[in-house]
């Protein structure tokens, strides 16, 4: 595979295309951070409002990764994608054009759904790749698209220098942010007429109603009414934490919760309504169809930790070298960046272990351990560190954060064939819930740790190294779920993905490139 990898015909035209429309949709999807400044300086904004508008990027992103999920089990990575870029074009536009905070924070709520985007391709590159390289093939989508939130740390605060047509320490956010929209929604018409979702010769697998998730016992079905809960929790955590900064009262914040209730009832409803034959008895699955999702919940809970705890870094990440190391914006935002940047050969090498180690679970949980001693390490950063040597750790902690998550998403396609979309989407989400907690946790550490008074810059420095601390704590107690209850996938190193002996390996592997 690797000395096929330059190529761009096949397969890997597919992967090569997919991957881009991934770094389009997180070059949108964080196009904030590296600007964050110049907006707060321009609206005037509170530190907590700023932070706030960082939550309200990843907060619809939690239900979008569900909907999508269940959108590309029915009508196919190639229309769903296509949508979701030419989508992105009009948030960002509204973005560009508010004049106050309110704005903002509707503008970036609505954003914050491209960053779904990440579960479609999951679905295209399995559909493309056979199990025993599916590792390395998800690791080159992830880790290559993931760039595209390092992209923007690194190039924005340029553009948006070079777009201010001289005007001195100014960022021309506006034009930098309205552009990457239209872009993205160019870029999605052009992926549309050049990919398909499947090698000709092969089917693509459905459920028979992808209203909601497929489970094959009674108790995995209230397992998943449990788990859906943090998904619905999270999104009530928001709304009180856009409570928090006056941006409506107590009775709009209680219309949203029984709204969110309500939402969490429907979802339920609908998953009853797919596994209403199953719950009646009427239905049986043969041990051969079955799959046990509590290796979903464990890979949600590693998502989590590791592309949870990647999006809230991301997120604060130019702030905390611009306040630690007195670093001016576009400095800060470039070395920040060094972060993402790990993606382009993190999560490829944490799916290629994946791949040759032969044991997808071990790899699983070192990788985990290996990020939760990274974050507290990193929890000392502080004014008296040099600065070369806090760069080298930032990459590598970020290393083990993002291998982690090719790893996660090696054994994701492998769980469940026909709703692959699905339990990505499910996964894909926790990864958000976590985002949406250690952002808010982030943004009211300074208010907590100086008890309601004077936030100084040594309380900024200790709410840091708590927050680095708790994160470290948290994938170290998860690495343990994975190295004692997480299972070993049936066919992980496998030819042929489940359901397709029939194949051949030039139809599944190497169509032809006239249809192509």
Known sequence: MLGELLSFRGRYKILHMTWFAFFLSFFVWFNLAPLATQVKADFGLEVSQIRTLAICNVALTVPA?????????????????????????????????????????????????????????????????PPKEIGLAEGIYGGWGNFGSAAAAFTLPTIGAFLAFGAADTLNWRLCIAGSGIVAALYGILYFFNVQDHPPGKVYQKPKNARGLEVTSVRDFWFLMLMNLPLTGILMLLAWRLKKVNLYGDSTLF???????????????????????????????????????SQV?????????????????????????????????????????????????????????SDKLGSRKITMAVLTAGMGIGYMIFGTVGRGWWLPLAILLVMACSFFVQAGEGSTFAIVPLVKRRVTGQIAGNVGAYGNVGAVAYLTIFSLLPEW???????????????????????????LIVAFLCLFFLK???????EHHEGEDDYSDELVIEPRRANL
């Open 65 to 129: 990764r569900i909907i999508i999920g269940m959108l590309l089990d029915r009508f196919g990575p190639r229309i769903t994608y296509t949508l979701l870029l030419v989508y992105a074009a009009i948030p960002c536009i509204a973005f560009a054009s508010a004049q106050n905070f309110t704005q903002l924070v509707i503008s970036r709520l609505a954003l914050s759904i491209v960053g779904a985007g990440f579960v479609i391709g999951i679905r295209m590159v399995a559909e493309w790749f």
């Open 255 to 293: 219309l949203v919760w029984v709204a969110l209730a309500g939402l969490y009832l429907f979802q339920a409803y609908n998953c009853w309504v797919v596994n209403k034959d199953l719950l009646s008895g009427k239905k049986k699955y043969e041990a051969k169809d079955r799959y046990n999702f």
């Open 297 to 353: 919940a464990i890979l949600e809970l590693t998502y989590i930790v590791n592309f949870g705890s990647e999006l809230a870094v991301v997120s604060m990440l130019p702030a905390f070298f611009e306040g630690t190391f007195t670093l001016n914006p576009a400095m800060a935002g470039m070395i920040a960046s060094s972060y993402a940047f790990m993606n382009l050969v993190s999560r490829p090498g944490g799916g290629l272990i």
């Open 449 to 475: 740790l100086s008890g309601g008074g004077e936030v100084t810059p040594a309380v900024i420095a200790q709410s840091n190294t708590v927050f680095f601390q708790m994160m470290g704590i948290a994938a």
């Open 488 to 494: 070993e996938p049936e066919g992980s190193f496998a």
